[in-house]
């Protein structure tokens, strides 16, 4: 079967930078996904890795690792609108998306 | 205007009642999809159509239903609906020429089945 863990809260202060881990288990492996989503409000496509490494865009970078069944998001420089939940979602071999139950990041001033 | 487009947006029934949530998109995809989203758990698939004439069933698909009824308009169904129905029901979008599969959601509908 298939399982995805990301922590379920984290901190951070506003300016710094901070990672979001994402492990799971899969036997079929179509490429893993970050979503932002604001409360209240409609996840948003952040990041897509299919090949090992780092994938950066502005302040957000996601990185890949297929044989360790590991993915992170780090964003920098931290702003107070960066406080959200990122989802983490992986595309199995039938191309259907498994959701992480994501991570609720709080910015402090 | 939101490409893709849920109502009602906020629903309060009773149970046993028949609900139904629509959604519409201008994007012009064929992939549409049904999820929902509970405290604590990840998104779940519902339903899901790659065209008109396709419905697949998804994870959670039992005491639901749902109707393509063209491209751009996908409805989920509720024939008699219970409290733990109660979520926010998210229709997305997706193009299947895409390769990164990137999906694009309405904005939500908070269903309360009392």
């Known amino acids: 079967g298939q399982n995805i863990d990301q922590p379920t809260e984290m901190t951070a202060t506003e300016g710094a930078i901070v990672q979001i881990n994402c492990t799971y288990q899969?036997?079929?492996?179509?490429?893993l996904f970050w979503y932002q989503q604001h409360a209240g409000e409609a996840p948003t496509f952040l990041s897509y890795?299919?090949l090992d490494g780092l994938e950066e865009k502005g302040r957000f970078s996601s990185f890949l690792s297929r044989s360790k069944g590991y993915s992170y998001l780090l964003l920098k420089e931290l702003q107070m609108k960066d406080s959200a939940s990122y989802l983490c979602a992986l595309m199995d071999s039938n191309y259907q998306l498994i959701w992480g139950a994501g991570t609720k990041l709080i910015i402090k001033p | 205007d939101a490409d893709v487009t849920q109502t009602p947006r906020n629903r309060i029934t009773k149970t046993g009642k028949r609900i139904m949530l629509e959604c519409s998109q201008t994007k012009g995809h064929d992939r549409m999809y049904w999820y929902r989203q509970d405290p604590g758990l990840g998104l779940r698939l519902i339903y899901y159509?790659?065209?008109?004439?396709?419905?697949n069933k998804g994870e959670i698909s039992d005491g639901y239903s749902v109707s393509r009824q063209a491209q751009a308009k996908f409805s989920l169904s509720l024939e008699s609906a219970i409290p733990n129905q109660t979520a926010l029901y998210f229709c997305?979008?997706?193009?299947?020429?895409?390769?990164?599969?990137?999906?694009?959601f309405g904005e939500g509908s908070r269903l309360t089945v009392l």
């Open positions: 997305a979008t997706s193009d299947r020429e895409a390769h990164t599969g990137e999906l694009f």
């Open positions: 159509s790659f065209d008109v004439k396709d419905i």
């Open positions: 890795n299919v």
């Open positions: 899969t036997s079929g492996f179509n490429g």
